[in-house]
């Protein structure tokens, strides 16, 4: 059974992470990990995420064997957690949304030291879609691109970092970039392709979190023995579908 030290536990991807590992026997949650000052703190996790007390309990460190790291949380703190990791040397699933380019080139640097799995986005057909969008830029003629996402009102970074990866596999500037906040749930992300003669719009959407819980896990599955590198979603998809 693989053993995962889930960092970001008590927010709404850890939610979802943990109640996916419920019907998964493969794998299980062994450190619920969220920072120093979280409200959480302590608490059962089954009473917050569940109503329903797990006898597991919220913790700012890991305290049990783990085989991987799956980092879900929010950016803050990021540099932190970064050094932690340098310390504990694990297997590490990077799903945090919203880095700055000199976080990018730390996990880079962390990278050869253990593996490190980059996913700001965890659906194996968003990034079909930006390998697309590659292709679409070599081919010879004008072709204008526009990418466009909406999140919950609730998200911190705009635009997300799917988006930000969409514009750059097209070669388009961040500021280009059109996001939209509004609402609970369900998001989506749109890249319109055209010139005067045609015209492309591929939009990939989801109704909840469970998909990215479950592409995470399908990484954790495939990555967590993987010698020291970093790796991205393409280079799952040249693993397994190439």
Request: charged share 25%; hydrophobic share 35%.
């Amino acid at each position: 059974m693989i053993k995962i030290a889930l960092v970001g536990a008590s927010g709404k991807m850890g939610r979802a992470v943990i109640r996916e590992i419920m019907n998964d026997e493969s794998i299980e949650v062994t450190n619920f990990i969220v920072s120093d000052n979280s409200k959480y703190l302590g608490s059962d996790v089954g009473a917050h995420h569940f109503s329903e007390p797990s006898g597991s309990f919220f913790s700012k460190k890991v305290d049990k064997p783990f085989d991987c790291i799956v980092d879900f949380a929010t950016r803050e703190n990021v540099e932190t957690r970064l050094s932690w990791y340098r310390g504990l040397k694990k297997p590490l699933l990077f799903c945090t949304t919203g880095l700055s380019q000199e976080q990018m080139e730390e996990l880079k640097i962390l990278s050869n030291e253990f593996p490190i799995f980059i996913a700001p986005n965890t659906s194996v057909l968003t990034a079909l879609m930006t390998n697309l969008l590659t292709a679409i830029k070599k081919v010879k003629g004008s072709y204008d691109i526009n990418i466009s996402e909406k999140h919950h009102k609730s998200k911190i970074d705009a635009p997300s970092g799917t988006a930000i990866s969409l514009a750059k596999s097209a070669n388009i500037e961040e500021k280009k970039i059109k996001s939209i906040r509004e609402g609970e749930h369900g998001n989506w992300h749109k890249a319109k392709i055209s010139n005067d003669f045609e015209e492309l719009e591929i939009k990939h959407s989801t109704a909840n979190r469970n998909i990215y819980a479950q592409g995470a896990l399908n990484i954790v599955k495939w990555f967590y023995q993987k010698p020291k590198n970093l790796y991205y979603m393409q280079t799952l998809i040249e693993d397994l579908y190439e």
